[in-house]
């Protein structure tokens, strides 16, 4: 089961279902009718395979994958979970507004749904009582390390919201959110052998001779990790990885059943061709060349087409897609490149085509997103074996598309910060206006060299209402002037208290806001028909204003 593609659909569903897209009364019993779901579906799955419609198998076998994901969706877009969330908690769950702890609450139906899923799919694959423990504890400690990052995020984003200064400053300074995420990337970064050793089933390798190949090779290839661990996965994968970016917190992890079926040379070079990905340092050219795609793709769409928000994101998508098929392409490169490695360092080339088929198996035609078929990868290997120019040539490619990566990142990088610390000033006023501070918002703006005139003309009107009132004006003092204003037709000034709602996390007012703009400028029958979108009081009292 790979947990990474239901796992960011759940989290999309969430983002749609946050974002009120759909309107649905609540229905929270139904979280409890659909745990079931994923059980039927593994019935009607197993009854198709025992009769042969090998066709239906494979659609239900989708579907069983996707069955969380679906039920989530069901439980969120069409009987209003997040609504009812909402109301018991008091939490405003909003896609524009900062992480909030009732998250967990209106998030726990898929984990609920997954694990009912890893289960369901189980029971009907393996009839063996021990077996099946063992295939759902695998499962399980799978999901939790493909979810782990995510809770990681949230928990770091709780703790900097209950800060509100901190908070205002990650949401609307760019320079600060972008420090933000590259210390979040940091911390994961350097939690991730921890994460993976505690959700995996890990132990370290036992005295014996693997462990004693192992500190050979290490030794042979001047490498460094702070211990080497057997995956327990109950024969069900064989696979090795070097997670941890330091030689202090790195860690070797080989499966039970790789161990199980290599000999020690082919274990050697399995081991030298993980440590060929750590020499090349291939974690940080996926890395450049993922900043190179996201941040240039960021950058190309602000330039061609600015304050255009759906182009913007069409922009990204398609740097998206292209990262996709560039990242299976550099990966597949990148693994010719770790056997080469091995080859240079063991001068065994048999051993690695030998643990090269044995893991294959019957799959050796068959290639991935990430790895060349079984046999391509032999092939390459007798071609470095035979043709004494061929590596040379193929590292200096390797060498030039790594230095390129590279070259795009710091150049993207360049650009982006930037164009951060040129929208810093303003940036600077967001927050004063996010948090009530409106003199001194329009104090920054009036010193700036080149001012956004909106922006001053919004700071400037606010600083004079607050004067107007002579106090301070908070969240609650601005909705009763958004109220009056409303009921005295007086929608200029409703739409400046509006927009001053809005900067204080007020979202649930958006479509109120939007329909006085829309009266305001001058398309009054769109701000008549977006009055049913606006929630109640507002609805009603917009309506008689309108008239």
Same mark, same amino acid.
């Given at each position: 089961?790979?947990?990474?593609?239901?796992?960011?659909?759940?989290?999309?569903?969430?983002?749609?279902?946050?974002?009120?897209?759909?309107?649905?009364?609540?229905?929270?019993?139904?979280?409890?009718?659909?745990?079931?779901?994923?059980?039927?579906?593994?019935?009607?799955?197993?009854?198709?395979?025992?009769?042969?419609?090998?066709?239906?198998?494979?659609?239900?076998?989708?579907?069983?994958?996707?069955?969380?994901?679906?039920?989530?969706?069901?439980?969120?877009?069409?009987?209003?979970?997040?609504?009812?969330?909402?109301?018991? %908690?008091?939490?405003?769950?909003?896609?524009?507004?900062?992480? #909030?702890?009732?998250?967990?609450?209106?998030?726990?139906?898929?984990?609920?749904?997954?694990?009912?899923?890893?289960?369901?799919?189980?029971?009907?694959?393996?009839?063996?009582?021990?077996?099946?423990?063992?295939?759902?504890?695998?499962?399980?400690?799978?999901?939790?390390?493909?979810?782990?990052?995510?809770?990681?995020?949230?928990?770091?984003?709780?703790?900097?919201?209950? +800060?509100?200064?901190?908070?205002? +400053?990650?949401?609307?300074?760019?320079?600060?959110?972008?420090?933000?995420?590259?210390?979040?990337?940091?911390?994961?970064?350097?939690?991730?052998?921890?994460?993976?050793?505690? %959700?995996?089933?890990?132990?370290?390798?036992?005295?014996?001779?693997?462990?004693?190949?192992?500190?050979?090779?290490?030794?042979?290839?001047?490498?460094?990790?702070?211990?080497?661990?057997?995956?327990?996965?109950?024969?069900?994968?064989?696979?090795?990885?070097?997670?941890?970016?330091?030689?202090?917190?790195?860690?070797?992890?080989?499966?039970?059943?790789?161990?199980?079926?290599?000999?020690?040379?082919?274990?050697?070079?399995?081991?030298?061709?993980?440590?060929?990905?750590?020499?090349?340092?291939?974690?940080?050219?996926?890395?450049?060349?993922?900043?190179?795609?996201?941040?240039?793709?960021?950058?190309?769409?602000?330039?061609?087409?600015?304050?255009?928000?759906?182009?913007?994101?069409?922009?990204?998508?398609?740097?998206?897609?292209?990262?996709?098929?560039?990242?299976?392409?550099?990966?597949?490169?990148? #693994?010719?490149?770790?056997?080469?490695?091995?080859?240079?360092?063991?001068?065994?080339? #048999?051993?690695?085509?030998?643990?090269?088929?044995?893991?294959?198996?019957?799959?050796?035609?068959?290639?991935?997103?990430?790895?060349?078929?079984?046999?391509?990868?032999?092939?390459?290997?007798?071609?470095?074996?035979?043709?004494?120019?061929?590596?040379?040539?193929?590292?200096?490619?390797?060498?030039?598309?790594?230095?390129?990566?590279?070259?795009?990142?710091?150049?993207?990088?360049?650009?982006?910060?930037?164009?951060?610390?040129?929208?810093?000033?303003?940036?600077?006023?967001?927050?004063?206006?996010?948090?009530?501070?409106?003199?001194?918002?329009?104090?920054?703006?009036?010193?700036?060299?080149?001012?956004?005139?909106?922006?001053?003309?919004?700071?400037?009107?606010?600083?004079?209402?607050?004067?107007?009132?002579? %106090?301070?004006?908070?969240?609650?003092?601005?909705?009763?002037?958004?109220?009056?204003?409303? #009921?005295?037709?007086?929608?200029?000034?409703?739409?400046?208290?509006?927009?001053?709602?809005?900067?204080?996390?007020?979202?649930?007012?958006?479509?109120?806001?939007?329909?006085?703009?829309?009266?305001?400028?001058?398309?009054?029958?769109?701000?008549?028909?977006?009055?049913?979108?606006?929630?109640?009081?507002?609805?009603?009292?917009?309506? %008689?204003?309108?008239?």
């Amino acid at each position: 089961m790979g947990f990474l593609l239901p796992i960011l659909l759940a989290v999309g569903v969430q983002a749609v279902a946050e974002a009120d897209v759909f309107e649905a009364p609540c229905r929270p019993w139904v979280a409890l009718l659909l745990v079931p779901v994923p059980y039927l579906i593994a019935v009607r799955l197993r009854r198709a395979r025992i009769k042969g419609r090998f066709r239906r198998a494979e659609w239900l076998a989708r579907l069983s994958t996707l069955s969380a994901v679906l039920c989530f969706a069901l439980l969120s877009l069409l009987c209003g979970w997040v609504d009812c969330v909402r109301a018991w %908690t008091g939490a405003k769950l909003s896609v524009m507004a900062w992480p #909030e702890p009732a998250l967990v609450l209106s998030f726990a139906p898929f984990v609920v749904y997954q694990l009912a899923a890893i289960d369901a799919e189980v029971r009907g694959i393996e009839p063996r009582d021990e077996v099946r423990r063992r295939m759902r504890t695998f499962h399980v400690r799978m999901f939790a390390s493909a979810l782990a990052p995510i809770v990681v995020y949230f928990g770091v984003a709780v703790l900097v919201g209950w +800060n509100d200064g901190m908070r205002l +400053n990650v949401q609307h300074v760019g320079l600060f959110n972008a420090g933000f995420v590259t210390a979040l990337a940091l911390l994961l970064a350097s939690l991730l052998p921890a994460l993976l050793t505690n %959700t995996w089933e890990t132990e370290p390798l036992p005295p014996g001779l693997q462990r004693e190949l192992c500190t050979a090779v290490a030794r042979k290839a001047e490498f460094e990790a702070r211990e080497v661990r057997v995956w327990r996965t109950g024969n069900l994968l064989a696979n090795a990885a070097i997670v941890g970016l330091s030689a202090r917190r790195r860690v070797v992890l080989f499966s039970d059943s790789l161990l199980a079926i290599l000999s020690l040379r082919e274990l050697a070079a399995v081991f030298a061709h993980e440590i060929g990905h750590a020499k090349r340092h291939h974690v940080f050219v996926f890395v450049a060349w993922a900043l190179a795609f996201f941040l240039g793709g960021d950058l190309l769409a602000g330039w061609l087409f600015p304050g255009d928000d759906w182009a913007g994101l069409s922009v990204l998508a398609i740097a998206m897609v292209l990262w996709y098929f560039g990242f299976g392409w550099q990966s597949r490169r990148c #693994e010719l490149e770790a056997d080469l490695y091995s080859f240079e360092l063991l001068r065994d080339p #048999e051993a690695m085509m030998s643990a090269l088929q044995r893991v294959g198996g019957r799959l050796r035609d068959v290639a991935s997103w990430r790895h060349f078929s079984t046999n391509d990868r032999v092939g390459f290997m007798h071609k470095v074996a035979t043709d004494p120019d061929f590596a040379p040539r193929f590292r200096r490619r390797r060498r030039a598309w790594a230095w390129c990566g590279v070259a795009l990142a710091l150049i993207t990088i360049g650009l982006q910060v930037a164009e951060l610390a040129a929208d810093l000033p303003e940036d600077r006023v967001v927050v004063d206006l996010a948090r009530g501070q409106y003199a001194q918002a329009r104090d920054r703006l009036e010193r700036s060299d080149a001012p956004d005139s909106e922006l001053l003309e919004l700071a400037r009107a606010a600083a004079g209402l607050a004067a107007e009132r002579g %106090t301070a004006l908070g969240v609650a003092e601005l909705e009763e002037e958004f109220r009056v204003s409303i #009921e005295r037709r007086e929608l200029e000034r409703a739409l400046l208290v509006g927009e001053l709602l809005l900067y204080r996390d007020r979202f649930d007012l958006l479509e109120a806001v939007e329909a006085v703009e829309a009266w305001v400028t001058g398309a009054r029958d769109g701000a008549r028909a977006s009055l049913e979108f606006v929630a109640e009081p507002w609805r009603t009292r917009l309506a %008689t204003s309108f008239r």
